[in-house]
């Protein structure tokens, strides 16, 4: 059974930083890309950051640019987001994602995590 298990999520003051983990178990996933979505009630799931397989090469989303830092170690089977300077509007659902060729459509995901709270209070 493949899982993706997900932690680091709380609750912070604006401007503080908490940082995600994802835990891969049941199988690797070498070759596939990892990455984070995050969703609130009543909107849809959105892309946050990826890595790839080799760590080499990250994306964000626009909004997360210069205070979030997606990273992974392979050898742990895990993925990470730092996340820094957070504000009110990153409060959300937080979903550890894989896929072969994962981009930022919730389509190519193949493995989803369960899901790990952040709450930013104002």
């Known amino acids: 059974q493949v899982q993706l298990v997900e932690s680091g999520g709380g609750l912070v003051q604006a401007g503080g930083s908490l940082r995600l983990s994802c835990a891969a178990s049941?199988?690797?996933?070498?070759?596939?890309?990892m990455g984070w979505f995050r969703q609130v009630p009543g909107k849809e799931r959105e892309f946050v950051a990826d890595?790839?397989?080799?760590?080499?090469?990250?994306s964000y989303v626009d909004s997360v640019k210069g205070r979030f830092s997606i990273s992974r170690d392979n050898a742990k089977n895990t993925v990470y987001l730092q996340m820094n300077s957070l504000k009110p509007e990153d409060t959300a659902l937080y979903y550890c994602?894989?896929?072969?060729?994962?981009?930022?459509?919730?389509?190519?995901?193949?493995?989803w995590g369960q899901g790990t709270q952040v709450t930013v209070s104002s």
């Open positions: 890595v790839s397989w080799s760590g080499g090469t990250t």
């Open positions: 994602a894989a896929g072969r060729f994962m981009t930022r459509a919730t389509t190519t995901v193949t493995n």
């Open positions: 049941g199988r690797t996933f070498s070759g596939y890309a």
